[in-house]
């Protein structure tokens, strides 16, 4: 099975996954929200395969707007879930790279951290978890 993709698709997978960054950066507490910011994006960009290849191209067309967590989260967990259920209805092994690569870049935004994670960047962890994991 192949998989095609619109530019609004790519833009809603660009979305997804930067903005799960992009949440974990807003959500951290410690202080050190470029940082984490900083080890997503470089995971994203490694990506390979069809979903590399999207996340890979760098366009303006990611769409992060919100002043606060909540706004933010209430545009990026939709687009995470949107990707996932567009992904396993064309290509299910698609998907299956999305989750892993967007899963690496949480880890490594979250490694960012002495320890474990604040409380506040693993419940935002969890969100971005379920997103994926509800399509």
Do not use: C, W
């Amino acid at each position: 099975m192949s998989l095609t993709l619109t530019d609004q698709d790519k833009t809603t997978l660009r979305t997804a996954a930067y903005g799960a960054v992009s949440l974990l950066a807003a959500a951290d507490a410690t202080g050190s929200p470029h940082k984490v910011a900083t080890e997503g994006s470089i995971a994203l960009a490694s990506a390979t395969g069809p979903i590399g290849h999207v996340l890979a191209a760098k366009t303006k067309d990611i769409k992060l707007n919100g002043k606060s967590v909540a706004e933010l989260a209430d545009h990026v967990l939709p687009a995470l879930t949107a990707t996932m259920g567009l992904l396993n209805k064309q290509a299910p092994a698609e998907a299956d790279d999305f989750r892993n690569t967007v899963n690496v870049a949480v880890e490594a935004a979250a490694r960012t951290h002495q320890g474990r994670p604040s409380p506040t960047l693993a419940d935002m962890i969890r969100k971005i978890t379920a997103a994926l994991d509800a399509a």
